[in-house]
């Protein structure tokens, strides 16, 4: 019987520990180390594994909680909660098909060999930290894990032969981009003029990693637009969801995947809006949060901010922007807002409400938690 073993360890560690329980017929599930150990244990509650992979052991042990009561396939080998932005995370559930597709896939586009070396640097907990790592070991490609993502470990590992590596927009800017021959940029819309070796990624924990790279799918890949979302088909994608009495296959009758992000294709190329159950209609018009997230931390005195749309009898829906102040910064002035907005995006988008904070609500995976915002924001509907 496949077994699920909850890998409870950090950096290198990680790596060895993956190896040993793949060589052993195992499935994995990854722990997140950075929460707080009460949260930890909700999330070993929530995945059920059988047997848990400790620091400083060389192999698992039994685990002391309650199995999940759904048992996994022989071909399954992840089992990978996705960030939970609106609610309580799903279980993706990952076959050697399909990490294999999509390794293969993504070294292939970026022509990643035994000569180079990945540094993973994000969350091994979610799929744009871990995919590095799935990248590397199915590819036979060397890795180094770090348990910081900061600029001068990103630094330091480009300089200790690292070529290849996976960040996010807000590394991208400090660091040196030339340092190495491939980066692959997620997790946001795509900042302008990029240099020729980072490469705009998009994908999701369902379709394994990113597949579509720099203005293209990556082999065996397909997509297409629907009413204005994004659908993927491929054997990159997940074999289902991990529910309490089954694992639920999302697909349709032709192997297509609903995203659930809205987007276009124009000319072959791709562009992303945002996830469509998050878009704010307002007067009439759309407003996509994350671009105005995106567009607002440009300015040096907001540190984050958190767009969601709360129900307005004038507009239908209102946008509602939380801030955070960068440290020692002061709150930037709603005039200084709005020019900021209206230089960058159509005026619709200028938040009816704004509101600074110094407890963000995020997800463990670093994003934006707009299911505690829509709490904190019930007494603004009106």
């Known amino acids: 019987m496949k077994q699920l073993v909850a890998l409870a360890v950090e950096g290198n560690s990680f790596v060895d520990a993956l190896r040993h329980c793949w060589d052993a017929g195992h499935a994995v599930t990854p722990i997140d180390t950075r929460l707080p150990i009460d949260f930890q244990r909700q999330q070993l509650k929530r995945l059920g594994p059988d ?18 009561p759904v048992r996994l396939e022989d071909n399954d080998i992840l089992v990978i909660e996705t960030s939970g932005t609106t609610g309580f995370p799903k279980q993706v559930v990952h076959t050697t098909a399909s990490l294999t597709a999509s390794a293969k896939a993504t070294n292939f586009a970026i022509e990643a060999g035994p000569q180079d070396r990945w540094l993973a640097c994000l969350p091994l907990a979610h799929i744009g930290g871990l995919s590095v790592v799935m990248r590397a070991v199915l590819g036979d490609i060397p890795v180094t ?8 470990v990103i630094t330091a590992g480009a300089k200790n032969g690292a070529t290849l590596v996976s960040v996010v927009t807000r590394l991208l800017n400090q ?11 997620g997790g946001g819309t795509v900042p302008p003029d990029l240099p020729n070796n980072v490469i705009a990624t998009y994908g999701m924990t369902e379709t394994g990693s990113g597949i579509y790279y720099k203005d293209r799918l990556i082999d065996k890949a397909e997509l297409k637009i629907v009413d204005e979302q994004i659908f993927v088909r491929g054997p990159m994608l997940l074999r289902g969801y991990r529910h309490l009495d089954a694992v639920e296959d999302p697909r349709d009758e032709d192997n297509w995947f609903a995203t659930g992000d809205s ?3 124009t000319d072959g190329k791709l562009d992303v809006f945002g996830r469509s159950k998050f878009v704010i209609r307002s007067g009439g018009e759309d407003i996509w949060p994350e671009q105005l997230e995106e567009q607002l931390e440009t300015h040096p005195n907001i540190l984050k901010a958190g767009v969601i ?11 509602v922007a939380y801030l955070t102040a960068a440290k020692g910064a002061p709150q930037t002035s709603s005039d200084e807002i709005k020019e900021l907005i209206s230089s960058n995006l159509p005026a619709w988008y200028m938040p009816k409400e704004i509101i600074w904070t110094d407890n963000m609500p995020m997800t463990n995976s670093g994003k934006i938690n707009r299911s505690a915002l829509r709490e904190l924001s019930q007494n603004l509907v009106d």
């Open 309 to 319: 749309g709360v129900a307005s009898n004038e507009w239908g829906q209102k946008a």
């Open 51 to 68: 047997l848990i992979f400790e620091p400083g052991a060389k192999a698992p042990r039994p685990y002391q909680g309650l199995v999940h």
């Open 263 to 265: 987007g276009k294709l």
């Open 145 to 152: 894990v770090t348990d910081r993502a900061t600029p001068e």
């Open 175 to 185: 660091i040196d981009a030339s340092s190495f021959k491939a980066i692959l940029l």
